[in-house]
């Protein structure tokens, strides 16, 4: 937008002569006068705000009996604010002329009416002047002239409303670039939070151990702010991970709970107790011989409740020990198995409470040696030979306890795999017994009844069996006469 100033040369250019004042115009200058009575005043300048309006597009011209109307009006408006000026002038010039008690003398009275006079007369020089000026809206300008031409003329671009739009869009854009896209409002209030990301604090620093953890018949808990550079192993007790371990976690005879914040360098072994690991766990390789935890694990209750399954896997399993005692039967040397049943024959009481610990304490002790041995990566194969091991001892005692039983019933001596064959399937009616009233669905207390006095059986004969092999040390060690 540009403003110009339009005006010829005249004659009246000159000051005003002698009064105190001195610094008044002449009336030929009184265009500029009325450019700051019009930019002072509050109709004029709201007249022009809507006659310009958006330049783009231009509007249709008005009708000459319409601009004129517009013209007159704000031409009158900027003459009646000189004539309440006017006015104001001369109620001071009135009052200054009662008013004896100012205490002036009488040549500042002059002086002062004086320069009174002279602004009057400057006053209504531009009201006479004004009266000639046209004030006029054409072609994107504002002009206020007279007759002559003299005056001012502001220019207005034509895309001005497109200017102020790019500008306040600009201004949008910079705005939202800077704001996020989504806030959340907690409570229906905005904070500086909802804005600004603030920073998380640091996590607590962890308890480093060193070395080994190792708790036999008691609780361990690696908390979440703990950091073990060692192996955890926890034997007939509970665990729970919920930090860092840089080791291998074993766990025999107990449950085995893998937190989500747990992170496990080494291989996660449970044995003989109940596995469940959360979803965001970090763990190495993961073994576990026993119930493991969560929808796919293997219980006692769901085994139980196929019966049909439940009745094959039991069946199977005296079909498998049955096949091993034949072959064991068949491959022992004779010399060896004879020393075998001959201790067995001679001290059977000895045999069966020497075995009968062996059944009660060894499961825990192979357990246990099993679990500290699959702690480091050459233990393992190890740890598969010794369970291997415990089950070629098993087998040969319940083969040796069958045999005695056989020979019991009138098998002879040297019919050794006949003895063996008939003396376990003896043994095994109750848990058969059992199986089958499973199966028919009999009511479960008679079954429990009946195949917990199977594994009484099959268990003493163990004991049997186990002690006359440590008493004979393997049939190495012949029976005292």
Known sequence: MTMSWRRRPSASDRRCPGTGAGAFASVGTATWLALALLLSLGVPVAALAREVGHAAPPAPP???????????????SLVNEIRRYRQVIRVLSDSLEHDRTAGLSPEHRVVIEKNIGDVTRVIEGIGSELRQLEFQIKDNRISLVDGAGDGIVISVPENLDEQVSRGLEALTAAILKEMPDTA?????????????????????????????????????????????????????????????????????????????????SGTVVSIGGRLSADPGARTGNT?????????????????????????????????????????????SPDGRFGA?????????????????LLVVCGPFLVAALTGLLVITVIGVPVALVLVLGVALVVVLGLTAAGAA?????????????????????????PSFVGSLLHLAGAPWTAVVAVMVLGLVVKGAALAFGLGALAISRLGTRATAS
Do not use: K, Y
């Open 184 to 264: 959340r409002i907690d409570g229906g209030r905005l904070s500086w939070t909802s804005f600004v990301t603030v920073p998380e604090p640091p996590a607590p620093p962890r308890r480093v151990i060193d070395g080994n953890l190792v708790r036999v018949g008691q609780s361990l808990a690696v908390a979440a702010d703990e950091e073990v550079r060692g192996n955890v192993v926890v034997i007939f007790g509970d665990c729970e991970v919920a930090g860092l371990v840089g080791g291998n976690v074993v766990v025999v005879g107990g449950p085995l709970a893998v937190r989500q914040s747990a992170e496990v």
């Open 62 to 76: 008005a009708p000459p009996e319409s601009a004129r109307i517009r013209t007159l009006a704000g031409r009158d």
């Open 405 to 429: 039983v056989g020979r019991r019933l009138g098998v002879e001596d040297r019919r050794r795999a006949l003895a063996v064959l008939l003396g376990l399937c003896v043994l095994h009616v």
């Open 287 to 331: 073994v576990a011989l026993g119930a493991l935890g969560g929808d796919s694990g293997l219980d006692l209750g769901r085994l139980f409740g196929h019966r049909t399954l439940t009745f094959a896997i039991a069946q199977g399993l005296f079909l498998l020990t049955l096949l091993a005692g034949l072959l064991a039967a068949a491959a």
């Open 340 to 356: 075998v049943m001959a201790q067995l024959s001679a001290e059977p009481w000895r045999a069966f409470g020497l075995g009968a």
